[in-house]
Every structure is written in C-alpha cells, then in structure tokens.
C-alpha cells in the first residue's frame, strides 16, 4: 500500500482538505471559501467559519478518495504563514485529528507548498516558481538546501489588490478573475505606476492610481486591461531576472492568480524567448488546497521530519527561507 497523508490548508479565506499518496495521486481535494458580503476578510470571523467546515470536509475527502481515516499514514496542516485565529483553528483540528488515529503530525509551510505541488503533478524538477495569490507574491527557489525567496511583494499581494479595486468598485469577492473577464475587452493602456524595485514588487501605489481613474470616469474595462498589463509584466521581469540569476530553465506558475490567462500567456512568452518551459499546475491546485499541504507534509515525513505536538505552534510570519529542505 502506498503510503497516504491528510492535510488541511487554513491560512487565509479557503479551509480545504486533501488526500494524497506517495505518487502524488490526489484522492481528493475538496475546499469551502469564505466570501464575506461586504468588505474583507476578518480573521475570526473567517476562523469560525474554518471551524465548522473542517469536520464535514475531512469526512467529504475521506469519502471522495474511498479510504477510512484509519488508512492514512500521516496528517499534515498548514502552519503558517497566514492569519492567526484561521491558523489556529486548523491546527488545533489537525492534532485532534492525529492523536485520535495514532498518526505522525507534520507542519507545512504554506508557500513550499504551493512549489511542492506543482513539483508533483508537473514535470517540473527544479523551478523558479512565480508565487501569485492573494496574501503573498513571491519568486521563490531552491538554493543550498532551501528554498529561497529572490524577490517578493514590498506591500500587498497582487491578489488583495485585484481584490481591494474590485471591491472599491463595487464588484463580489473574488475580484481577480472578474477583471480578468472586464480585461479582455479593454484596449487603452492607461498610465500605472510600475514599480520594481530590484527584485521586489509593490502594489499598493497602482491601486490608489487605478481607484483615482475610474474616478475620473476610466472605464472597468480599460482598468482592468491595463492592471493586468502592468502588474504582470512587473512579475514577469522579476521572475525572469530570477531564471537569469540561477540560470534556470523551468517557471513554475502557482497561487489563485496563477489561474490568469493573461499572466500565463506573459510569463510563456518570456519562457519561450529564453528557450525555458513553463509550468502551470491544475486550477485547483494552485489555489489555496489541502492537496498541496498533504502533499508536502507526507515528502516531510519520507524525508525524516517529525514533529511532536509542542512543535506544531502555528507561526504567523512563517518565512520561506526557515524551512531545512531534508527530502530533496
Ligand atoms: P489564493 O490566495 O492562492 O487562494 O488565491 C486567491 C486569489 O486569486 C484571489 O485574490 C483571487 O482574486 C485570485 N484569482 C483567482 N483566479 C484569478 C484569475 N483568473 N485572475 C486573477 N486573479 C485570480
Ligand atoms: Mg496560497
């Protein structure tokens, strides 16, 4: 029997729960978001909400993938980094969880893996991985035993302010791939702040910019072009600056915002021009997922990490840097 791990991914908006093999097989993989009617996310409010879903998806996932709890060999969640109150509440059902079957209990680090992942259901072997999503944006990869992040967002993440202008105009949450419908019709480039700085990326300057323009009467359509236009592209330079760096062939899309076709088609295009491949995970593997967390942890485990319940103490600043890479 090939070994099987649980893990259940709670940093932010989405509790989710998967069931992997040693393969990397996704049994299941099954989440619920939280989609607040009006403003952002609350970090306790979004807790509860994990608190009552986690259960009901751990018994949806065991369902899905045809095993008994008693089959899995590990349980992984994720430790950070993320919201506190949202990470706590994970933890705390992974450890129930564990104790009940007797089963080793791994922390995962959020970003490691959303590169994992793709690792694993890609052909992907040594990426620089473009790290897209709502709280974070990264260009990660790996170097002398970790994974290292060579440039990172200076403020918020490319997803909260695709979120943030959408919802400053009116539009649900997700705002993201709403744009990304408005963007296709767009055809004037208006003048953003494009600002890279080194390796690094800030948002916060467009956003203000883009809200002042529709102000002034820009229309969605030619908004959301024009956000994608330039803030991809600042990704798709640092990310290329990153594969000159390391001389590295392989990109590696991943997190919510992995999903656009446009950021897709940028960063190929760059690929394609550098005769490196690109590699874009399965929708649902580059959200947030608990596929991702049970994927990683069970490598973890294989790799000899073993943690006892004192070690499991979520850490809300997790840095990517901080994990020893023993199973590669
Ligand atoms: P994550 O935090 O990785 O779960 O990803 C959620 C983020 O991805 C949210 O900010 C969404 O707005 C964003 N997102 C999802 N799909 C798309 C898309 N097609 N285009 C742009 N952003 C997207
Ligand atoms: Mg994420």
Redesign the pocket.
Known sequence: MPLLALGIEG????VGVGIVDETCRVLANVYD?VKPEKGGIHPREAANHHAEAVVPLIRKAADLAAIDLGDLDVVAFSQGPGLGPCLRTVATAARALALTLHRPIIGVNHCVA?LEIGRGVTAAKDPVLL??????TQVIAFARGRYRVFGETLDI????M??KF?RECGLP????????KFARDGNRLLTLPYSVKGMDVAFSGMLTAALALRKQGASMEDLAFSI?EVAFAMLTEVTERAMAHLDNGEVLL??????????QEMVGRMALDRGAAMFVPP?DL????GAMIAWTGLQMYRGGVRMAVADTIVNQRYRTDEVAVTWR
């Open positions: 940093t932010a908006h989405t978001m959303h790290y897209v999503s709502g709280g974070n993440g490319i997803g909260n695709l979120d959408a949450f997700p705002g993201g791939p709403i744009l990304e994608q991943g997190g919510g915002v992995a999903r656009n076709k446009r950021l929708g580059c959200i947030d997922n």
